[in-house]
């Protein structure tokens, strides 16, 4: 899963820090099973926890002061390394920035044998799109990472498993696995 990490320089004359970039960081996460059953269901329901875990802990905003930076996690604890990290593109509108969080969509098929077996995983979704300020002053950083914070969980929380049986698909809560939709003949 790909977190974007805002960077902002420190500007002496307005006393704040001001958008550099934006990057992203790379928070590590279990393969999907290639079987779905009741294992591995509750296997996946522990991985999402943990994944919750490392992206609250991964970094969120890098504050660079001169030759010093300081890194933050969403939870607003300091992180002592930064993973590596690749550039993101910040979309700028007419109102402002913003930054695309993706998701994951996972999809299972019912094979002959009775088996649910995986047959694609989609990583690239557009799940959220999360404002980045032009300016952070330490007043408003608690409550930047705040919302950083509540898009985390609700990038986790939107992750969904589609299992396809025949004729009918079911579309289900990656977080709870609890089933959200039923398309197909009835």
Do not use: W
């Not at 990490?5 to 992203?24: A, G, I, M, N, P």
């Not at 969403?74 to 993101?88: L, N, Y």
């Not at 002959?112 to 980045?132: F, K, P, Q, W």
């Amino acid at each position: 899963m790909h977190l974007p990490v805002t960077v902002y320089r420190y500007d002496r004359r307005t006393k704040e820090y001001v958008f550099s970039h934006c990057l992203y960081c790379s928070v590590p996460h279990s393969a999907p099973p290639p079987v779905l059953n009741c294992s591995s269901g509750l296997g996946m329901l522990r991985d999402g926890l943990e994944l919750l875990k490392a992206a609250m802990r991964a970094p969120a905003v890098v504050l660079v002061n001169g030759s010093r930076s300081r890194a933050l996690s969403a939870s607003g604890d300091e992180v002592v390394s930064m993973p590596p990290v690749s550039d993101a593109r910040v979309i700028r509108t007419y109102e402002m920035m913003c930054v695309n969080i993706p998701s994951s969509i996972l999809h299972y098929r019912l094979r002959r044998d009775g088996a649910l077996v995986l047959v694609g995983h989609i990583e690239e979704v557009n799940c959220l799109t999360c404002h980045v300020p032009e300016t952070v002053c330490s007043s408003y950083l608690k409550k930047h990472l705040a919302v950083r914070a509540e898009s985390i969980r609700k990038l986790i929380r939107d992750r969904r498993v589609v299992v396809e049986m025949g004729q009918r698909s079911s579309v289900y809560s990656l977080d709870t696995l609890h089933r959200r939709r039923v398309l197909g003949l009835e």
